[in-house]
């Protein structure tokens, strides 16, 4: 039988390392393990006669949870929780993202964001915690380091996202300063770093919990690039600083060569617990479907192939197509067609008591809809002239996920009504954005217009303020429903 080259070349060099850290033939061996060598693995792990190894052997697959360590002021935080299922009868793995603002009850401390289990009792309480809140067990855990996180980027290369927007942010107690243009970057180890722990835009940790899901697609599909292998020397060499485990180092091997050997990147799925936010206590919170957290990780792999599932994106992340339009916070279908397991009652919620404007309702799955495909960040501007009406409504607006670049004062303060105003020869995604913040507030299809001192799709606040405030008060209540 002969080998390619490269696979020649790969099984030498990592041959080589292993027998420099002293494992030797073990490492190469395990490495090329397969499903049976994965169970023996386990096996001597939790113990064969153990009730999780029986639960292993049934079902076929395990669960295991990462979480990226992040010292904030000194404090250690779980930054990046991904509850992780390895299905290896079936040959699949699904990435659940869990926001670290999920309201939780963490053994021991009561009613907490999830986040703070790791700061209360490392990844031993934030695996009973999240066991807690899925009603699935774990069988190992994966600490990411992110102090050494970017050596290791920077060993494989870097690696290349499309940036949705111009991420800016400045905090120069903390000595960070995050500045990323939009478009198709190559970052490196910082730049990359930067990129997943940003937060401050309009979906928060939501928002940050998508981007890391494109950083670890982009750091998949860069470890199966072929021009890595130049690198394993001093990629090998940068892992064992970046992750600590509770899995024996044989096992760690024979799942990075399951994954590389036996699944393609087609059988990689990622996901993210639905929910809404909500404010308890003065206290912001991601409350989560669990239900349809449990859709996801449940179905059948060849459902999931097959995208007929039930929880919306499961097959919108798919890795194997690698787009970007995995479900955004408040996860239903553009069309309003498809919606979270679950969430049926919600559905055909109406507001219709504080409709203004054009008389349409509005219902919680078309409140989704716009704010999900409205791609152009918009301006508040005060035409009223009473003060902090701008900032009244741009604070409401950004609690649903609208992103609000600018406040500030209309031309003149005599606007009767409320306008959305949008700049000449603005392109199409600036106009989609004006009509669809035009619908949301009630404004009439005649006050939606072009302007010459428009830089933004632009809600101009009027004196019928009052009824502005009063529907986006119903709109934000709808919206955590």
Request: hydrophobic share 40%.
């Amino acid at each position: 039988m002969r080998f390619p080259t490269k696979k020649i070349l790969l099984l030498v060099l990592i041959g080589f390392i292993a027998a420099a850290a002293g494992v030797g033939a073990r490492f190469y061996f395990a490495l090329h393990a397969d499903s049976k060598d994965i169970y023996n693995s386990i096996g001597k792990s939790i113990g064969q006669n153990s009730a999780e190894y029986e639960e292993f052997k049934k079902q076929g697959s395990f669960n295991m949870l990462i979480m990226g360590e992040d010292n904030v002021e000194g404090s250690r935080r779980s930054d990046t929780i991904l509850f992780t299922h390895v299905d290896v009868d079936d040959k699949n793995v699904r990435v659940l993202s869990l926001p670290r603002d999920t309201k939780v009850e963490i053994p021991g401390h009561g009613e907490q964001k999830l986040n703070h289990a790791f700061a209360f009792g490392g990844p031993e309480l934030m695996e009973k915690t999240v066991e807690n809140l899925l009603g699935k067990s774990i069988l190992y855990y994966v600490v990411v380091d992110y102090d050494s996180f970017p050596e290791l980027v920077d060993a494989l290369g870097g690696i290349d996202i499309d940036v949705k927007k111009r991420m800016r942010y400045t905090d120069h107690a903390g000595h960070l300063d995050i500045n990323i243009q939009a478009g198709p970057q190559h970052m490196n180890g910082i730049t990359a770093l930067h990129f997943v722990r940003f937060r401050h835009d309009a979906l928060g940790d939501i928002g940050r919990v998508q981007r890391q899901q494109q950083f670890i697609k982009a750091l998949i599909k860069k470890a199966y690039d072929p021009r890595v292998l130049v690198n394993i020397p001093q990629i090998t060499s940068k892992l064992f600083k970046v992750f600590k485990t509770d899995m024996s180092p044989t096992l760690a091997v024979q799942l990075a060569g399951f994954v590389q050997n036996e699944l393609g990147r087609e059988r990689i799925f990622f996901s993210t617990l639905h929910g809404t936010p909500a404010m308890i206590r003065n206290l912001s919170y991601w409350i989560g479907d669990v239900g349809s957290a449990n859709a996801f990780l449940d179905v059948s792999i060849d459902k999931l192939m097959s995208h007929d599932v039930i929880s919306n994106d499961a097959n919108d992340g798919r890795f194997g197509n690698l787009s970007l339009s995995y479900s955004s916070a408040m996860d239903e279908s553009a069309d309003g067609k498809k919606q979270t397991a679950g969430a049926s009652d919600d559905k055909n919620t109406k507001l219709s008591s504080i409709d203004s404007g054009n008389g349409k309702d509005i219902t919680k799955t078309e409140l989704t809809s716009i704010i999900r495909s409205m791609s152009e960040s918009i301006a508040v501007l005060n035409g009223d002239g009473a003060a902090g009406v701008s900032d009244q409504v741009a604070s409401r607006l950004q609690k649903m996920g609208v992103d609000v670049e600018q406040t500030g004062n209309a031309k003149h303060f005599d606007y009767q009504s409320s306008n959305v105003v949008y700049p000449l020869n603005a392109g199409a995604g600036v106009v989609d954005t004006a009509k669809k913040l035009g619908r949301l507030l009630g404004i009439p299809k005649n006050l939606v217009r072009q302007s010459r001192q428009a830089f933004y799709p632009s809600i101009i606040i009027g004196h019928d303020k009052a009824v502005i405030i009063k529907r986006l008060d119903g709109l934000l209540e709808l919206s955590i429903r």
